[in-house]
């Protein structure tokens, strides 16, 4: 993994400003402390920070192709580079170095803005071919890997900036720091960013599977920043799905693919390691890694220190079950608290799952152990069905097959009147219904959270909020309706949850803080195109059911305790962090972007409504209106946080990262 930045003149003609990528590629250090390359020419300024994995003395970058007429700088994996490069050099491609990254401008060559189809792995990618001016900005398939950009005018021309973080963008000097408001509008809708909108005005994020593709000298900033799609999750028509009646069959492929996964992705010139819970994700892709290495792979393990949140006894079972060695890392609350702040300026964006710190702690450790690498289970739950979503819709699905009866939509309010959230017109329920393509458990939970923007935002920003529906920004397909219900939920997840949430706040981000790339086997292509051909009954039997088909893998691989244990929805403790408290250094900050003055300042916020939740919460109680709640509350502090690193640098004493000279 690595970062890389870098400005375009759209006009092909004017040399980069001096010191803006210098400075661009300086705020993304920690993405690639082992070293840096530039390049430099008329129109254009590409930078590159490596953490070297493949390749360790030949893979600076930026790379060309044999005559250095097309140039790529890469932040990812491409894990099947042997058998590729065997392929190019048949092709009489010559190859110089032994890194991954010389595969693209070689498949360039041969496949020209169709090259994204030939490749495969983890990746971000920006391609430049100097014999015609043609660029390419890329994502992969999954958004494992980040890209973002903006443009702005400087000296007179239009430049197009991009970058793996946003810190480097604003780094640059040239884009504005403003807040915006269909990005928070995400936050609190969705409890993620999924882009293409993000929390800072201007600034956009490349969706996974997509691409950018100008000419520079022919093109205008927005001809330049539409985004293309070279890839999406196909479901069969609904009723064409592998129902599977050869059990064996179906079992036997996905193992096939998803060991194929694990195997090609302990592949690389550094140690590997893995991430280890209690569940059953982690544990098979360890399990699979041991085989493909030939030996145990040495695993970390997080242990938070709060009761019916700790999985550190069923994980380190399972470690000992496999003969691995394993790293336990304690985090306690005080431990994950005083770390918010570090978690926000990491994910550049308000994280209100607090489980998130864990996970910062966690590649911290791989990192202080001398390693780069970490293999992770993250992905199963997305593709697989495994979160509770999909098991309350299977519930509660009956109530609305009954036509002009809205029974469905009557329970949801019944549960928002019982957890004392504010409501939603039922224009705005009805509104969701139509962009989700129908009723979908994804939605009922989240459509919960996001009446946190009634309770908490001001008067003109809820009104400017609640009058933009954050669906409407996802640029959602049409055509969702050809699918089963069930999975329309999980496009749902896949296209929020996962880039938005997951790979965001608890993969890529979170591990690259600490100079570590994680590895997804659940989310590599082969896999999640074998799970989407699947019916239904494959990723949920029944109704508690889940991720039946890995469960059936993981049989053969694990005990069956382990294979068929409840999944736990891993986080943090919140206990009310953000309620009034006693006093006491450690909950400085938190008073400090709480208050009145500050949530003022900021302008987001009622004052009121703030002070009002946290003394509701500053009394002893439980349920799913006090969650509900907590999290609202949390994404309030989140956002005051963010605002405070990034944009103001007044709201608490913590160092923000505003220059206020």
């Keep these: ?27 993304i250090y920690h993405r690639g402390p082992d070293e840096d390359g530039y390049l430099e020419r008329h129109g254009l300024h590409l930078a590159n920070r490596r953490l070297s994995i493949v390749g360790l003395a030949d893979g600076q970058q930026p790379i060309s192709n044999e005559d250095q007429s097309v140039w790529t700088v890469f932040n990812g994996e491409f894990f099947d580079y042997k058998d590729k490069r065997k392929t190019l050099e048949a092709k009489g491609h010559v190859f110089r170095t032994h890194t991954d990254t010389e595969l693209i401008p070689h498949t360039w060559e041969d496949h020209g803005t169709e090259f994204l189809q030939h490749l495969k792995g983890q990746f971000a990618i920006c391609v430049w071919d100097s014999r015609t001016n043609e660029v390419v900005l890329a994502r992969d398939r999954a958004g494992i890997c980040p890209l973002f950009y903006t443009t702005v005018k400087h000296g007179g021309a239009d430049w197009l900036l991009f970058a793996s973080e946003m810190k480097a963008l604003l780094a640059s000097g040239l884009v504005e720091r403003k807040a915006d408001l269909n990005g928070l509008n995400h936050i609190f809708t969705f409890m993620a960013m999924p882009g293409p909108t993000t929390v800072f005005q201007g600034i956009r994020c490349l969706v996974p599977g997509r691409y950018l593709h100008f000419k520079l000298g022919q093109t205008t900033p927005e001809q330049a920043t539409a985004q293309k799609t070279y890839w ?3 479901y069969p028509d609904r009723g064409h799905e592998d129902y599977g009646a050869d059990e064996k069959k179906v079992v036997d492929g996905f193992e096939e693919v ?5 195997q090609r992705r302990v592949w690389a010139d550094v140690p590997v390691v893995s991430y280890l819970s209690g569940g059953v994700d982690s544990s098979v892709v360890v399990a699979m890694a041991n085989k493909a290495m030939g030996r145990p792979i040495p695993t970390f393990t997080v242990s938070v220190n709060s009761k019916g949140l700790d999985e550190k006894s069923e994980a380190l079972a399972t470690a000992k079950h496999l003969g691995c060695s394993p790293v336990v890392v304690d985090c306690g609350h005080d431990q994950l608290r005083a770390g918010y702040p570090e978690l926000i300026a990491a994910a550049e964006f308000p994280v209100i799952d607090t489980s998130c710190l864990a996970l910062l702690h966690l590649a911290r450790a791989v990192h202080r152990n001398g390693y780069k690498v970490a293999l992770t289970g993250e992905g199963a739950d997305e593709w697989l069905g495994g979160y509770s979503w999909f098991k309350i819709r299977k519930l509660i699905g009956w109530m609305d ?13 019944f549960f928002q009147m019982l957890s004392g959230a504010p409501r939603f017109p039922r224009a705005t329920y009805q509104h969701s219904l139509d962009r989700l393509g129908g009723p979908n458990g994804w939605g009922d939970l989240y459509g919960l959270i996001s009446t946190n923007k009634l309770r908490f935002f001001t008067g003109d920003t809820r009104a400017a909020l609640v009058g933009r529906p954050a669906l409407d920004d996802l640029e959602i397909p049409l055509d969702l309706h050809r699918w089963h219900p069930f999975n329309r939920q999980m496009y749902f997840g896949a296209r929020v949850m996962l880039p938005g949430h997951l790979l965001a706040s608890k993969g890529d981000r979170i591990a690259m803080h600490s100079s570590v790339e994680t590895r997804y086997a659940f989310l590599d292509e082969d896999v999640i195109a074998y799970m989407a051909k699947l019916h239904p009954r494959w990723k949920l039997r029944g109704v508690l059911r889940d991720k039946f088909i890995e469960r059936k893998v993981a049989e053969r691989w694990l ?5 068929w244990r409840t999944k736990k929805m891993f986080r943090a403790p919140m206990d009310s962090w953000a309620a009034v408290h006693g006093g006491g250094a450690g909950e400085t900050w938190i008073d400090q972007v709480l208050s009145p003055d500050s949530l003022r300042k900021a302008g987001y916020f009622a004052p009121e409504a703030v002070a009002q939740a946290r003394q509701r919460l500053a009394r002893p109680g439980g349920g799913v209106a006090r969650t509900g ?3 609202g509350l949390t994404g309030v502090l989140a956002t005051q946080l963010w605002h405070h690193l990034y944009l103001d640098g007044s709201l608490c004493d913590l160092e923000s990262k505003v220059d206020r000279s």
Excluded at 559 to 563: F, G, L, Q, S, Y
Aim: a positive charge; charged letters at 20%; proline letters at 7%.
């Design 1 to 27: 993994m690595c970062g890389i930045a870098g400005m375009f003149d759209l006009g092909g003609e004017r040399h980069a400003p001096a010191g803006v990528v210098s400075a661009m590629a300086k705020a």
């Design 401 to 413: 097959r009954i036509p002009g009866v809205p029974l469905g939509f009557a329970v949801r309010q």
């Design 559 to 563: 005990p069956k305790d382990v294979a």
């Design 232 to 234: 999406r999750v196909e």
């Design 258 to 262: 998803l060991y194929a996964a694990v």
């Design 629 to 631: 709640l907590e999290m």
